[in-house]
């Protein structure tokens, strides 16, 4: 049997693009299109439907286009992407991009767009452009006009809530997305992008030091443990483990604290680039044989070898066996060093199932939860 082939899907840029193109055909044909050719970044072309058109007035026209993210859904997913067309007839042609309600403003610097612009990115704008050229051309218009366009999203703010955006600074709805345009399943490019403006933004503040962790929780955790940073400083990396330190070292930061649960700890340790479950035969194997050298103790070893998860051996390790932590800590500096090609200095925190630290690489200490130095040693 052959593997499914996932299916591509378009950006909020793209989306955007499409209903302004929607709504200027119906502004200068009088004609309702029932889809609209989308133009991507990279010369591909896609057909999609309007979801709706409404005429506001001879001069202006709202359309709405349903955001697809084919077989990589995200919290944009069929989610109401729409433009408001106006026509305002002057001596040249000219395209004023505004956003509307449900479309986010920047309010911090470090961003691709200007704090108080609406966060619509670049290359949406050129899709945007594109698109208008395109209609005029096809149907060839010959009076000139002020195109203004309103790109609105109406679940936009409760949409952003699901998102970083505040963290980001972009406040009152979603940022209109797309380097190309379209949505590769599976893809990293996305997250990847989102750790890169995060660590713009940081950087823009003048943050220097990053707390890197990879979820929701261990965020949470570390931020319990360093009160005094702003939430800036704090950058969840997911699976991303070189990805992050590449652009943390393009943006010349200069200190990382990675805080982490043994799992991701054990592959970070191990050298994995991407951090993904997949690997986890491999991890218990590479564990089984560190505890073998450190420890010697072979019941331990047998212990770890039948665990499903490193956070399941992480029961058996923690805390009588303190050497074990202080290995896989020195082996995720090592890594970092590698990644970094020492440009950064790293600190490693792991929790333990508590959310207290088991293991901090500044003091090379290992707890018990209950206080430093209060594990078998």
């Known amino acids: 049997m052959g593997t499914k082939r996932l299916r591509k899907g378009f950006t909020t840029g793209a ?6 193109k929607a709504a200027l055909v119906k502004l200068l044909s009088g004609t309702r299109p029932d ?6 970044l990279t010369g591909e072309t896609r057909t999609v439907p309007v979801e709706k058109i409404t005429s506001i007035s001879d001069h202006c026209c709202e359309a709405v286009i349903i955001k697809d993210a084919g077989d990589d859904p995200d919290v944009t997913h069929k989610a109401e992407i729409g433009a408001r067309v106006t026509l305002l007839p002057q001596k040249k042609l000219d395209v004023v991009i505004r956003g509307g309600i449900g479309v986010g403003t920047v309010t911090k610097p470090g961003l691709e767009v200007a704090v108080g612009e609406p966060a619509i990115n670049s290359g949406p704008r050129k899709m945007i452009h594109e698109a208008v050229e395109t209609v005029f051309r096809q149907l060839s218009v010959e009076t000139c006009f002020c195109v203004d366009i309103e790109i609105f999203v109406p679940e936009g703010e409760v949409l952003a809530q699901k998102t970083l955006n505040a963290r980001l600074g972009i406040l009152g709805g979603i940022s209109i997305l797309g380097t190309t345009g379209i949505v590769r399943p599976l893809s990293h490019d996305a997250y990847i992008a989102t750790i890169r403006s995060a660590i713009s933004v940081a950087k823009a503040r003048g943050i220097h030091g990053l707390v890197f962790t990879t979820g ?4 949470r955790l570390a931020m319990d443990l360093f009160p005094d940073l702003s939430e800036e400083a ?3 990396t997911g699976d991303f483990f070189k990805a992050a ?3 943390a070292v393009k943006k010349q930061i200069r200190h990382i604290t990675y805080a982490v649960f043994f799992g991701k700890a054990v592959k970070m340790a191990l050298g994995f680039a991407h951090t993904h479950a997949a690997k986890s035969e491999l991890t ?6 560190w505890a073998q050298t450190l420890t010697g103790n072979r019941p331990l070893v047998e212990t770890i070898k039948a665990a499903n998860t490193a956070r399941h051996a992480f029961a058996y390790i923690y805390p009588d ?12 500096l090592e890594t970092t060093g590698q990644f970094s090609e020492d440009h950064i200095r790293f600190r490693v925190l792991v929790f333990d199932f508590d959310g207290c630290p088991a293991y901090d690489s500044a003091t090379a200490d290992i707890h018990s939860g209950r206080g430093p130095g209060a594990g078998k040693k």
């Open 245 to 247: 330190i590449d652009e």
């Open 216 to 219: 929701r929780r261990s965020e």
């Open 234 to 236: 704090f950058i969840q």
């Open 15 to 20: 989306a955007s693009s499409a209903a302004v």
């Open 35 to 40: 889809v609209v050719e989308i133009r991507f």
């Open 284 to 289: 218990m194997e590479r564990l089984a044989g």
């Open 321 to 332: 066996y303190p050497e074990i932590l202080s290995y896989v800590g020195g082996k995720i």
